[in-house]
Every structure is written in C-alpha cells, then in structure tokens.
C-alpha cells in the first residue's frame, strides 16, 4: 500500500467558520483523492481532490446518517475515512479518523438548548472513541478532555495543531487606514477587538465587565467584530454599564478586512470559557498584535509565553490584563513572530497524512 494511503474526507463543512477554515486548508495541503459534499462548494478545490461524491445534507441528527453515501463511498474504494468533526457515519464499516475540536457541549451542558442535544453528544463522543481507529485532537486540552469523560485509548489519540493562514501577515499602515473611515473608528484612540459570536461559551458579557473597570477605558474603543454585531440592537448591557460611545459594532465583514483590524488593533482580547484551539490568538499574533486572552482550556497551549492571561470569570483579572497590555504593541516582536511560526498548515497535513498511513496500515 505503500506511504500514501487513498484518504477520502466528509467536506461538508467546508464553506463554514472554524471548522470549515481547517477543511480548507487540509483540501489544499493533505492530498485526499475523495471528498464528500456539495459540488458547488467543493468546485474550488477540483484540482487538489480527484473524485468528489456529493453529499448535500446538514450536519447533526437521523437525516445525514440516512443519506449518507455509503454505497458511493465504498465503490471509491478509500483506504481511510477523515471525518473532520463529531458527527460520524454511524454504520460506515471502513477504516476512520476523526478529528474531535473541542468537548464545549460536554464541559458546558448548561449552554445547550435541551437535555435531548447533551445526550446526543454524550453519545456520539463515546462512539468516536470506541469506533475511530485514531482519534486527532486541535490540543492536548481537548485530549485531556475526552479522557476525563471517556475510558478512551490513549494509544489511538494525537495532537495535531491548527495553522494560519498566509493570508495573516503584518501590513503596513498605509493598507489598513482606511479602516478608521469605513467603520468611523477614532484615531486618536486605542483599539481593542474582539473577533466572535454571542454564544454563552465565548463569554462576550465576562469582556463587557472588564471593560467596564479598565482603567483609561476612555482613551479605547472595544471594536466587536461578528455576525453578531451586525446592526446595533444589542447595546443595552453596553448602556447599562456605562460603555456607551466606547464599543463599536463592525459587524461582519470580509476576510481581507479582518486581516487588517487585526493589524490595525493595539491588543487582541478573546475572553472565552472553553476553547478547543483558540485561532484568532495565532492569527491576531500573525498580524503582529499582541493577545490578552483566558488561562482556560487550550488557550494557554496557543497563546504560550507570548499572550497575557486572564481569568475569564473574574471582571478585575480581565480589566488589569487589559490595563498591562495596552501599550504592548511591538515590545515583543521577535517573541511573537518565532512563536507563531511553529502553527504551519502544512505541518497540520504532514501529520494527518502520517496518521492516515498508518491508520491504512492496521
């Protein structure tokens, strides 16, 4: 069989965030002649992957593991399955790797809308581990994780660390000023920016606390920058704190535009509870922003010797880590740039390539 396996991967993911950014890359990089998923999506990457089996259904629940297409599948013939999230084909008889990102709905059961959706999870965690031939994990975080839930082999188990994208460099001023008109951002201010959702985890009300008791939080502007903040009907907790005309939403906006907040800003905060990786710390660090972040789960994995930590629960940690790294940019350059060069995509691919090998192997 040799050293490279026939991988196959579910790709259906592919044009989402977070998960989908990892499919991306690994389309690109890994070299798997099947992927399943929606032609349309997929047509990008035609060149990277051979044979393409569409699978056009969402994620989670009875319907994906009806329509399923294993009958397509087993005629490609794959040496190994890479299932990139928690919802694996149930009655697929083949070999399998599955890479699990974060255990959030097992660590945090109380942010679930319902009880049924902690015991679909619960369920499908444990079958991961009893079925995957190898389980990867973004951190040893998340493999801690699934270890203290589930009498899983360790054996089976690999860290295999997310990259950045070459998208995420330093820019010169120039490039990025045209930020401060578009979004009507002051110049005479510094920028925190917060990159995320509204989800209980990413713990945006702990941030709005800490802002709140930051001394010289009349010389910043918080910047939100999200789906979520698409308008500004969600100001209300800003008011009652007192953060009026000290927040700005920016709301979703382009890849390229991302890039350059995260050069334009003078510190990167990401205040969440549970992270299974914690990306936006290697991209803001890519950009040459310094990072305050939680000292929970994987994020200290990330953000090394590099990010200032906080506890995330605490509004004074929060506010004294924001305080002391304010003025932080381009004090540690050198720090900043050798770390983030050890999180590469193509290293994330060698390893997945390796495993999958020796998966085909077994």
């Given amino acids: 069989m040799g050293d490279s396996p026939k991988i196959a991967i579910d790709a259906r993911m592919v044009s989402r965030s977070g ?183 990413k713990n945006l009300n702990g941030l709005l606390d800490g802002f709140a008791q930051m001394k010289g939080k009349e010389n910043c502007r918080l910047v939100l920058v999200g789906k979520a903040f698409d308008g500004r009907t969600r100001e209300t907790r800003e008011k009652d704190l007192g953060l009026e005309g000290l927040t700005i939403h920016a709301g979703m906006v382009s890849q390229e535009d991302l890039v350059n907040f995260y050069n334009l800003a003078d510190l990167f905060v990401l205040p969440s509870l549970y992270e299974g990786f914690g990306l936006p710390v290697l991209e803001a660090f890519a950009c040459g922003t310094p990072v305050a972040c939680s000292n929970v789960s994987s994020l200290p994995e990330v953000g090394g010797k590099v990010a200032k930590y906080f506890d995330p629960k605490d509004a004074a940690s929060i506010a004294r880590a924001l305080e002391s790294s304010i003025d932080d940019k381009g004090k540690y350059d050198s720090d900043i740039d050798a770390w983030v060069k050890k999180f590469t995509w193509k290293n994330s691919a060698r390893q997945i390539q390796q495993i999958a090998a020796e998966v085909a192997a077994i």
């Avoid at 890994?30 to 259904?57: H, N, R, W």
């Avoid at 399923?68 to 399998?96: E, I, Q, S, T």
């Avoid at 839930?149 to 820019?171: C, I, N």
């Fill in 19 to 201: 998960i989908g950014t990892c499919i991306q890359h690994w389309l690109r990089d890994v070299g798997y002649a099947v992927a399943l998923g929606d032609p349309v999506e997929l047509e990008l990457y035609k060149d990277s992957v051979p044979t393409q089996i569409s699978f056009k259904c969402g994620i989670y629940g009875y319907k994906e593991q009806l329509k399923f297409p294993y009958g397509k599948l087993r005629n490609a013939k794959p040496d190994v399955l890479h299932v990139p999230h928690c919802n694996v084909p149930l009655f697929y008889r083949g070999k399998m790797m599955v890479t699990v990102h974060d255990l959030t709905h097992l660590v945090y059961p109380e942010f679930l809308p319902m009880k049924l959706v902690h015991l679909y999870f619960k369920f499908i965690f444990w079958f991961i581990c009893k079925r995957a031939n190898r389980i990867l994990t973004d951190s040893e975080s998340t493999r801690q994780d699934l270890l203290r839930f589930y009498k899983a082999d360790e054996s089976k188990m690999t860290v295999v660390p997310l990259g950045v994208g070459s998208e995420f460099v330093r820019k010169p001023k120039s490039e990025i000023e045209y930020l401060y008109e578009k979004f009507n951002l002051p110049r005479d201010k510094k920028i925190l920016l917060y990159v995320g959702n509204l989800l209980p985890h």
